[in-house]
């Protein structure tokens, strides 16, 4: 039965910048599964603050019992308090057939044993928490890594009635089974999409291409092919726009994308992380991450 009850409080701290705001952790159940989130509220915020919420990467080789910890929260935590956002740090489920916690994106039911429905469940959180905190409703963001960053854009996919903008570091549109013939969704409304991708990167390709992730074989999608989804989505000009892969391999001297006056006033940018690997990047990263999406509300 799926179900978001009221939380039950378990924790709360303070970030170790002082009194600045406090973190606070909780459980629920959804889909028959105990979930888990944290949510940091700076002490100042103004009457409708923006959420942002932070999906964190696989945690391989792992067990039940010992859930992955939230991620980059500390450089989260002194963004919110900076830029007055509260964000939230929801944790996904263990998958015993691959020993690690990850998240249900596109398309990766079929390797769960039990389905979390986590797209349901991250939707459910937006609703309720945008009510709990009287949140912006046109500054709702979602940004992740790695596993997070495939959640992260099947949440703009499938809630974009919701959410304004997503920034997906080290992870594409989707993944599938070989031989697969999945069809992504169409947008309800437009959302804005920052994608920061390693051409170096040898776990999530650049390109694409067969992959096993999670003990499973999988055909991972190109970053052409999640720009390509995202640009027909959102309604942008791509006329004159260059392939970011060529042959299978990143095309020299294309360092991304970027498309602005979209539908709804969005843009869609791809940035070429030249020679970073597998890896998020820390403080950096959550700026530039930051500033794209409190800067493309919903219109």
Known sequence: MKSLAIS????????????????????????????T????VPNKLPANPPLVFVLHPTVPNSTPSTPPPYFNDGPWEKSAVQNQFIVVFPL????????????DSFF???????????????????????????????????TGMSSGAFMTHMMGATSS???????????????????????????VAPVSVLDLQGDADTTVPYCGGPKTLWN???????????????????????????QLCTNGMPTPDVQGLDVAGCNGGT?????RRDGVGHVYGGVPIVNQSASFMLTHPKQ
Do not use: M
């Open 8 to 35: 039950l409080l378990l924790t709360s701290l303070a970030w170790a910048g002082g009194s600045s705001g406090t973190l606070s952790t909780y459980t629920t159940t959804w889909n028959g599964l105990t979930r």
């Open 37 to 40: 989130y944290g949510v940091y």
């Open 92 to 103: 996904s489920t263990f998958n015993t057939r691959a020993s690690s916690w990850y998240w």
């Open 108 to 142: 990766l039911d079929f390797s769960f044993p039990v389905l979390p429905d986590d797209a349901g469940f991250l939707r459910s959180l937006v609703q309720n928490l945008t009510l709990q905190y009287n949140a912006d409703p046109t500054r709702i963001f979602f």
């Open 161 to 187: 009635d919701l959410i304004a903008a997503v920034v997906a570091v080290e992870g594409q549109i989707e993944a599938e089974p070989p031989n697969a013939t999945f069809v992504l969704p169409t947008l």
């Open 216 to 242: 499973e074989k999988l055909v991972i999608a190109s970053l052409d092919q999640t720009a390509d989804y995202w640009l027909e989505s959102n309604g942008c000009n791509t006329e004159g726009l260059p």
């Open 267 to 271: 843009e869609v940018e791809v940035v």
